[in-house]
T-cell receptor, first 112, second 118 residues
């Protein structure tokens, strides 16, 4: 399968806790992006990290990228019930096709 | 900027009929658009890459005669599901590649179309 792998597949935490989800991929990338999707809705772009970057922050989000391990992690700090959603990583290959390869996703549930 | 719309947002059709879904880039020209499908509780799977003025490139396992893609203008791509069957029921999402060289590796996603075939 071309898809990236994400773990965990599902995560349930209490409000206020941090949530960490991981993404692994297989080939060289131009960039990696994280998206959120509420049930039955469209994608919301969270953050983009380029292959020459190692860490990026946006509000309560922190993304790391380790190209030697072909992996990325998304950390959501001080989670809220509204963060309950599915989170997907998407890798953009260097091959020039501009295709996105989505990870399998992590379903996050934040309990109030 | 870089807004992509889809129409309709949801559609119910009878088995055997065809359904057309439109994907429009509202404020930029998109030479390349992509079509994805997503089954419940699963990830997005790329179906095809649509290039303006040329034939679409389909991913392995996607039937091109069943999922007809037309990218006739720089702002519109259409996906027609022909002779739809219940197993075609899914969430279809389109995206458009960034409008310039700096944004070539970014995609802007439409809100999706939920297709239910009865």
């Amino acid at each position: 399968s071309q898809q990236g792998e994400e773990d965990p597949q599902a995560l349930s935490i209490q409000e206020g806790e941090n949530a960490t989800m991981n993404c692994s991929y297989k080939t060289s990338i131009n960039n990696l992006q994280w998206y959120r999707q509420n049930s039955g809705r469209g994608l919301v772009h969270l953050i983009l990290i380029r292959s020459n970057e190692r860490e990026k922050h946006s509000g309560r989000l922190r993304v790391t990228l380790d190209t030697s391990k072909k992996s990325s992690s998304l950390l959501i700090t001080a989670s809220r019930a509204a963060d309950t959603a599915s989170y997907f990583c998407a890798t953009v290959l260097t091959s020039g096709t501009y295709k996105y390869i989505f990870g399998t996703g992590t379903r996050l549930k934040v309990l109030a | 900027g870089a807004v992509v719309s889809q129409h309709p947002s949801w559609v119910i059709c009878k088995s055997g009929t065809s359904v057309k879904i439109e994907c429009r880039s509202l404020d930029f020209q998109a030479t390349t658009m992509f079509w994805y499908r997503q089954f419940p509780k699963q990830s997005l799977m790329l179906m095809a890459t649509s290039n303006e003025g040329s034939k679409a490139t389909y991913e392995q396992g996607v039937e091109k005669d069943k999922f007809l893609i037309n990218h006739a203008s720089l702002t519109l791509s259409t996906l027609t599901v022909t002779s739809a069957h219940p197993e075609d029921s899914s969430f279809y999402i389109c995206s458009a590649r960034g409008p310039n060289r700096d944004l070539a590796y970014e995609q802007y996603f439409g809100p999706g179309t939920r297709l239910t075939v009865t």
